[in-house]
């Protein structure tokens, strides 16, 4: 990219509605890296969490294409048969895998990923993709605020779980779907479980936010191995989740909103081509982009430990935390 792209492509981050819009994506095209060859997943396991809607079931076709065997990982069997199906039926050489786990229960998230270590030598690429906006404060099956257990604790521990599988592959990737909603919220490290004052899309924006951090503080974790790890955004995509989740922000912006198959290419591209990033380690339109905008500082280190000594606690899994600040 030369000097007039990058500028242009900033502008089109900062304005927000230009970039995470179609027509952000449609502009980038002209200039982002290369497609992943043909048939660049060909011998390679990838799993999809959340892949019975929307991006999820998107990026899984995409990975099929690319020749993968995909893991299909849902909570409902009858959605996760039906998104196989569909996928099936559109690649006909597909390998798909329908795995049933909800990712924010977890002891199942625990006997799920054992079950796979059984089944499977190696996973070259996991998406943690699954999400929900629930407007009324919920809980997990083991009590916890239910979007901390789907977007950070679960995938936390399907991380730790899948390691020696991610570490089997000669080359892995881990992809957080994260938002560009977590701009708009710091992170916080006192009371994740949101006990009090709880809304909904503030809930959203925090776990989102703590999927950065966590996604960057697994990246520093595993640095001198070959699994990478990052987060992305996907901008403003048509799915059945923005439908039933953000009606009035999807009557408003609808013509301009991205295909699932556009909001999904980035964890595709990731997956598929493993490229180097710097720390931050977030992604949007092929491009890493910047944790903090604006008046927004870089993250507290003591701020970061807490909140991971946390995860670490609530799931039950070692503080292997490199550098964490105290
Ligand atoms: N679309 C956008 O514009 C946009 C923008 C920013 C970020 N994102 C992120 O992209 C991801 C996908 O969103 P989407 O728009 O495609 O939403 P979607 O259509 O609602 O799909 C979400 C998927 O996650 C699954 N899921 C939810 N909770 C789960 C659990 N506990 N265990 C297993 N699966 C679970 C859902 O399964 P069920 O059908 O069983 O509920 C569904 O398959 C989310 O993480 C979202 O935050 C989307």
């Not at 995409?62 to 996928?87: C, D, M, P, Q, Y």
Request: with cysteine.
């Amino acid at each position: 990219m030369n000097l007039a792209t990058s500028l242009v492509d900033a502008a089109l981050d900062r304005s927000v509605v230009f970039g995470y819009t179609k027509i952000g994506s449609q502009l980038r095209r002209r200039w982002w890296a290369d497609d992943p060859g043909r048939q660049a997943l060909a011998g390679k396991r990838v799993v999809v969490t959340g892949a019975t809607s929307g991006l999820g079931e998107a990026m899984a076709q995409s990975f099929a294409e690319l020749g993968a065997t995909v893991h299909l990982v849902g909570r409902n069997a009858e959605k996760v048969r039906r998104s196989a199906a569909t996928i099936r039926s559109s690649v006909p050489s597909a390998v798909i895998v329908e795995e049933l786990c909800d990712v924010s229960d977890l002891e199942a998230v625990r006997a799920w990923t054992a079950d796979l270590a059984a089944r499977a030598p190696a996973v070259h690429g996991l998406v943690h993709n699954a999400g929900l906006i629930p407007s009324e404060r919920a809980e997990s099956a083991q009590g916890h605020e239910v979007q901390l257990a789907t977007h950070v604790l679960g995938p936390h521990l399907m991380t730790e779980g899948l390691l020696p599988l991610l570490m089997a592959a000669g080359g892995a990737s881990v992809v957080w779907m994260s938002s560009g909603g977590m701009y708009t919220s710091p992170l916080i490290d006192d009371d994740l479980e949101y006990r009090t004052g709880y809304s909904g899309i503030r809930a959203y924006a925090r776990t989102k936010r703590m999927q950065v951090v966590l996604a960057d503080a697994w990246a520093r974790r595993l640095a001198g191995s070959d699994v990478r790890v990052e987060s992305m955004h996907p901008g403003w995509a048509e799915t059945p989740g923005v439908a039933e989740s953000l009606p009035l922000f999807r009557a408003i912006t609808r013509p301009l909103l991205r295909d699932a198959v556009d909001g999904a290419d980035t964890a595709v591209w990731l997956v598929a081509t493993r490229p180097q990033s710097t720390p931050g380690h977030f992604w949007h339109d092929r491009i890493q982009r910047p944790t903090t905008v604006g008046w927004q500082r870089g993250e507290d280190p003591t701020k970061v430990g807490n909140f991971l000594r946390q995860v670490s606690q609530l799931t039950d899994t070692p503080e292997d935390w490199p550098g964490l600040g105290r």
